[in-house]
């Protein structure tokens, strides 16, 4: 298997362009799944403290045997995180959890609660080195541009919801003004709206003898957004990770193009009963209704 490419963020730190995603991963289950992602040749493990699979992770990487630097670990603070002692706090605790001594990429899971004050802890654990980069996921355009504005440390990356059904161009040319790196979760919209059976995909997966998946993450790759693909199955994992030897021409970028809904299939942070489905989660944890 080829080794991931990286990325160079505002800040030097270099991140794997291709990360694997354990959102939704049973507390039970990822350790395992990590371990046969790292066999797949996967280096970056996106988690958050929301999907009480933190421990798992670290687990898993303290048992492949593989030198801590080789690897890029995320994580993330929830609402009832923020605020600065509030973030301090989580920063430590997810630092107990994963057992990896730092964190690669810390964020801002969502875009309410002091996440100012979480901001400034951040910065300060930035300078102490217990955090190589910091970000934030699911910021729109306009919280995204003052975030960086007034922040002492501009974020490095913002993580977002982005597949050919929500295509977000405009986004993406403001985060290239601003020099933030865009990540997108659930590139494959986890199948709803049959994202795997548009034949325009179909047709340019047959042309390049690739699968679907594979021509989607090959598309975010040459849109310049980093990907974080999830499967709890190894051959999947694998096909996943193999999207370097093919480049999509013009003409397929322009017909993938065309399948743009401009609007978004599993969060919309602008809807008052999205918001408070985000609240709702803090009185009734239920991972499979976050993201």
């Not at 300060?124 to 003052?146: H, Q, T, W, Y």
């Not at 193999?242 to 480049?247: E, H, S, V």
């Not at 918001?275 to 239920?286: A, E, G, S, T």
Request: charged content about 25%; aromatic content about 10%; proline content about 4%.
């Amino acid at each position: 298997m080829a080794k991931i490419p990286t990325v160079r963020l505002n800040n030097g730190v270099e991140m794997p362009l291709e990360g694997f995603g354990v959102f939704q991963v049973d507390d039970s289950i990822c350790e395992r799944a990590v371990s046969e992602a790292i066999d797949c040749g996967y280096r970056l493990f996106d988690t958050a403290y929301s999907y009480g699979n933190e421990g798992a992770v670290g687990a898993a990487i303290k048992k492949s045997g593989i030198a801590r630097e080789e690897f890029f670990i995320t994580t993330k603070a929830y609402i009832q995180q923020m605020g600065y002692e509030k973030t301090m706090k989580a920063v430590y605790d997810s630092l107990d959890a994963l057992g990896t001594g730092y964190i690669d990429l810390y964020l801002v899971h969502m875009p309410f609660g002091d996440y100012y004050g979480a901001w400034r802890a951040m910065e300060e654990m930035c300078k102490n080195g217990r955090i190589r980069a910091i970000g934030v996921s699911n910021f729109l355009p306009d919280r995204l541009m003052d975030l960086c504005y007034n922040a002492e440390i501009k974020p490095q990356v913002n993580q977002i919801e982005l597949h050919p059904h929500y295509q977000r161009e405009k986004e993406l040319a403001l985060m290239r003004e601003l020099g933030v790196q865009p990540q997108a979760w659930a590139p494959f919209a986890e199948g709803m709206k049959g994202m795997f059976s548009e034949s325009v995909l179909a047709d340019i997966a047959h042309k390049h003898d690739k699968s679907v998946p594979q021509v989607i993450l090959r598309w975010d790759i040459q849109r310049g957004v980093a990907v974080l693909p999830k499967s709890i199955h190894k051959e999947r994992m694998a096909e996943n990770a193999d999207i370097w030897d093919f480049i999509l021409d013009d003409e397929d970028m322009r017909q993938i193009g065309t399948l743009d809904k401009n609007t978004p299939s599993m969060l919309d942070t602008l809807k008052p009963s999205e918001v408070k489905r985000l609240y709702d989660y803090l009185k009734n944890p239920i991972l499979t209704s976050l993201q």
